[in-house]
């Protein structure tokens, strides 16, 4: 049976390997957006880089309220949901920080220099997700 999972559980979950996220944003006329990212825990903030111009950092800056997925697909399968309010930031220090944790995380450092001037200088938006409601369970292809 599916169960909740602790805070610590649900930190570990989001920072195990090099799991991605589904961020899903609302688009100018309604319709939804999602699209995968790459993040870091900051806390309970979720960090992600983008471009401002970019259709998910359009539909930020327009409306900032998010909703930020992540899951298992091995049974016994789990996931995490974050609905949230999403802030852009444009400051090269927080973003330069992201990039570096982000670059350890997904390619184990390697190419962090690089990484980091992409960053700063082709994507220059760190978007910071605070959490509002998280659902988060364990669990949850088991039955009986």
Known sequence: MAEPMSAERRREFLLDGTRTAILATTRADGRPHAVPVCFVLDDDDVLFLTNAD???????RRDPRVTFVVDDDEP???FVVVD???QMSQDRDEIRHAAVA??????G??????FVRFATDALGSLVRIR????LALDRVGEHG
Do not use: L, M, Q
Not at 102 to 107: F, N, Q
Not at 131 to 134: D, E, H, L, S
């Open 131 to 134: 959490p509002a409601r998280v």
């Open 109 to 114: 450092g390697e190419g962090t220099d690089e």
């Open 76 to 78: 016994p399968f789990a």
């Open 54 to 60: 970019s259709v998910k950092g359009a539909n930020i």
């Open 102 to 107: 982000i670059s350890h995380r997904y390619d």
């Open 84 to 86: 949230g309010t999403a």
